[in-house]
């Protein structure tokens, strides 16, 4: 049986920022990422605000891939000011750390009502549609993935006008974690046709619009369709799940100081080869993936005669794109320290992640090993 459930009613086009205005008289709690603060950005949320007679407090000590200190000063802030409304404003680290205070807040102190806003301000994780959030044990080096459906905002807005400042090299990178989670969706073990809808439909507007809105930022529809292309994709894996390229993702990026959406796409296409047991021209071991790849191949009208050479053209398609956005071929680039100690505990974290559980590909160490070291 698939439970298939959609709740986060989502605010989107011109003006959806009006929708702040629509509350009056709350305490809000605003998690918002530093840059927001720098660049006023905030006014905008404070401008609605206003409007409803509403007092907040804001606070933006979020740092990227949110460590668990960030969590508990907000949880702590929380306690002190006592919001019945929190917005979070910011990339996937402040509507993630946003997501945890909550989540935290609630069951400490018992609040039984307390709504989450996210206003997602790169286009990427589609954490404002998600009950993910990804949070960091920076001591110990490892990402957390937590999940439960309390994690789920209840409100998304998506204004396209709050993107535009996104510098190129982000563009790129919160573009590819896009793709990434809609083709991990695509052929995660939970997927279904409601998801499929939603990653076939992300996979497009990628794969259409991610070139144009790195070339020029202030390309209003490029960054409107990137825009909608996370949060669809987010829809998509909230249903279906994703695999071990965020796993391996999510090991690596408390080790190697890259970002979240270039470890994925740097990963993308081997682990794309692995899932579907193909290696170079050669067919290992092909795998029932390989039919969902070859689909998606056949969708965005590359060659697909069978299902490998589907595959593999998909590959060439993500490396082509991958090109265009300048995102390495490789992990060399980065001269990260990797020893064979370090290999065998990012695939062993990896296979503890909770993606792993729904990639469509029995995997063991030694294949998580092989990715990486063919990387390397
Ligand atoms: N919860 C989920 O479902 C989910 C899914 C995928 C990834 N994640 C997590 O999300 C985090 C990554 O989020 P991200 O990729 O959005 O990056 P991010 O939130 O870390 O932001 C990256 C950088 O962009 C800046 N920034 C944000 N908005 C901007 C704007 N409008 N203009 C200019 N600069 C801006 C930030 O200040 C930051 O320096 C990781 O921790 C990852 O693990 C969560
Ligand atoms: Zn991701």
Redesign the pocket.
């Known amino acids: 049986m698939n439970k298939i459930e959609i709740s986060t009613v989502i605010y989107s086009g011109e003006n959806a920022l009006d929708r702040l205005s629509h509350f009056e008289n709350h305490n809000v709690f605003i998690v918002a990422?530093?840059?927001i603060i720098k660049?006023k950005?905030i006014e905008l949320i404070e401008k609605q605000l206003k409007k409803g007679n509403n007092k907040w407090t804001s606070f933006s000590d979020i740092l990227?891939?949110?460590p668990i200190e960030n969590v508990v000063a907000g949880v702590e802030e929380i306690a002190q000011f006592e919001p019945d409304l929190i917005i979070a404003i910011?990339?996937?680290?402040?509507?993630?750390a946003a997501?945890a205070m909550k989540e935290f807040a609630s069951r400490i102190y018992k609040y039984e009502d307390l709504p989450l806003i996210a206003i997602p301000?790169?286009s990427?994780?589609?954490?404002e549609v998600?009950s993910?959030?990804?949070i960091?044990d920076s001591e110990k080096g490892v990402?957390y993935p937590l999940v439960s459906n309390s994690l789920l905002p209840e409100e998304a807005i998506l204004d396209t006008n709050?993107?535009k400042?996104?510098?190129k090299q982000?563009t790129a990178?919160?573009g590819l974690?896009t793709l990434t989670?809609a083709i991990e969706a695509y052929v995660a073990k939970n997927a279904n046709d409601f998801s499929d809808a939603f990653a076939e439909k992300a996979i497009h507007l990628v794969f259409e619009n991610l070139v144009d809105a790195y070339n020029d930022g202030e390309n209003a529809l490029a960054r409107e369709k990137m825009h909608h292309a996370s949060t669809m994709a987010?829809i998509a894996f909230n249903i279906a799940g994703l695999g071990i390229n965020h796993s391996i993702a999510?090991s690596c990026?408390a080790k190697f100081k890259i970002?979240?959406?270039r470890l994925n796409a740097i990963l993308m296409p081997s682990v794309i080869a692995f899932n579907a047991g193909i290696q170079g021209n050669t067919n290992i071991d092909l795998k029932p993936a390989a039919a969902k790849y070859a689909q998606l191949s056949r969708l965005l009208g590359l060659p697909a005669t069978n299902n490998a050479s589907g595959t593999r053209s998909l590959i060439k398609e993500i490396k082509r794109l991958k090109s265009n956005l300048n995102i390495e071929e490789s992990f060399k680039e980065f001269h990260v320290e990797y020893t064979a100690s370090i290999l065998e505990e990012i695939a062993q974290l990896s296979l503890q992640d909770s993606c792993t559980t729904t990639n469509p590909t029995h995997t063991e160490t030694e294949n998580i090993i092989t990715i990486l070291r063919e990387l390397m």
């Open positions: 990422d530093p840059f660049s950005m990227p891939d949110p910011g990339g996937g680290s402040a509507i993630d997501k301000t790169t990427g994780t589609g954490s998600t993910f959030s990804v960091t990402k709050l993107v400042t996104v510098p982000i990178d919160t974690d989670h987010g999510h990026g970002s979240h959406g």
